[in-house]
């Protein structure tokens, strides 16, 4: 449809709607100039402009769609001040557009209308899911430079693999925001300093795009933030310890990026922190003790890092944790029998490290324990389990890979191996007598009959793309 047609069929339905809502049993209406703009940004999104536009003449009463919700607003009267409520008048407050409304489709050169938003000054929520797909398109510069997103709260532009560029510093300007989604994108450059002067910002979601260069410092100005998600990108230099001020996070994932150094320890300071995701970068041990404050932390997640240290000594009294991850971090020394205080605890991965002396037989007896990998170690000695341990872990134990560590269960038959349960019995001590190599191979044995196939480095822990989503998904809803 031509620019110019369209035009003609805005005039139309301007001129027809008063006509119409004089005729409804709901005497109801939207300001003109915020219509048409809802109108200039659906056409600039959807397929078949004009026949959104003809189906839907009152989308916020007789002719509704699924993306949009209006609301009755107070009016400010520009005489006096004053709040003047009129119930005749709808506002648009949100706009959804994304795969789960499957008519009309976003068109393949969807844009987004700046001329058109302009007008919906009450825009509370734009939501714009899976719609840039085909032809490459970027946020202008200007977009977010004037005044008309003062009542803009939540802005989400997610999987959208034809979004590119650079993310606009004018976003700096709608200090309104609350939540700010632009992931799976392909984004680049850095992330805009603008960003850290949005005070009121409580979700802040870059994750899955191609940003480099680092974290700015004045990130420590997000003081409302709850949620801060950068994985996936390609940031680089060291952690900023002015995160130590965002004291109401709750979720922190870096993962996947380039992070160089040690993690601060002003990162002890966020009391409040539920999930901590660090894995796969480049930052190097100590973790600092400070950290034993993160007294409500349920998942910690540091490997593929070279940390190259044992094992922190203050990891036993994070009480709360659910899932702890070392894989991949070069940690040498023994593991802790602190780690037994871990009674919630439902995922160990301290595998593919240096790891030595005997596995605490306590480690076995965490009640909720439901994933323990420690392959590839130099471990030794014999693992005392329970039949009920095997029934509840199964093939998600992995011990391979160590020096003569060996399953030892004299009740279940899944795990029962003669060499392992007598081993110290015909041997008193001395594995010689019946040759370390058979040993080893008996050993191996028992473990494939428990684990086959080892399990992604990513998902070890239970925690993933699905634990991602369903944060974003709930702040979805809540704004």
Known sequence: MSSFSFILLLLWLHVLMPFNVANSDEMTNMED??????????????????TWAQMHP???TNTPWPGIQCELMAQEDGDNGQQDYNPTIFHVTKIHVGSDILTPPCKSNATLSSNGLMKLTYLKTLSIFDCFTTTPYSLSSSLFENKSFSSLEHLSLVSNPSLHGDIPSSLGYVKSLRVLSLSQNKLSGEIPQGICGLVNLQQL?????HLTGSIPQEIG??????????????LEGQLPASFGQLQSLQKVDLGSNDLIGRVPQELGNLS???????SHNFLSGPLPESLSGLKQLEYLVIQENPIKTGLPMFIGSLGRLKVLSFSKCGLMGPILISLSNLKNLTTLSLDNNSLNGTVPSSIVSLPNLEQLNLSQNQLSGDLLVSQEFIRRIGMRLDIRGNNGLCIKNITSVEAK???CVSSRSRTSGNNNSWGEEEHQDECAKVNS????????SRNHYGYGIGFKQMLVFLGFLLF
Do not use: A
């Open 272 to 278: 409040r922190l539920v999930l901590l995701d660090l």
């Open 205 to 209: 979601d870059l994750s899955y795009n």
């Open 417 to 419: 191996n003669p060499f």
């Open 33 to 50: 100039g915020e219509l048409l703009g809802l109108f200039e940004v659906m056409g600039s999104l959807l397929d078949d402009d004009s």
């Open 221 to 234: 100005n997000l003081k409302s933030l709850t949620i801060l998600d950068l994985s996936y990108n390609k």
């Open 58 to 60: 009152q989308p916020c």
């Open 449 to 456: 009959t428990l684990h086959q196939s080892n399990w992604s």
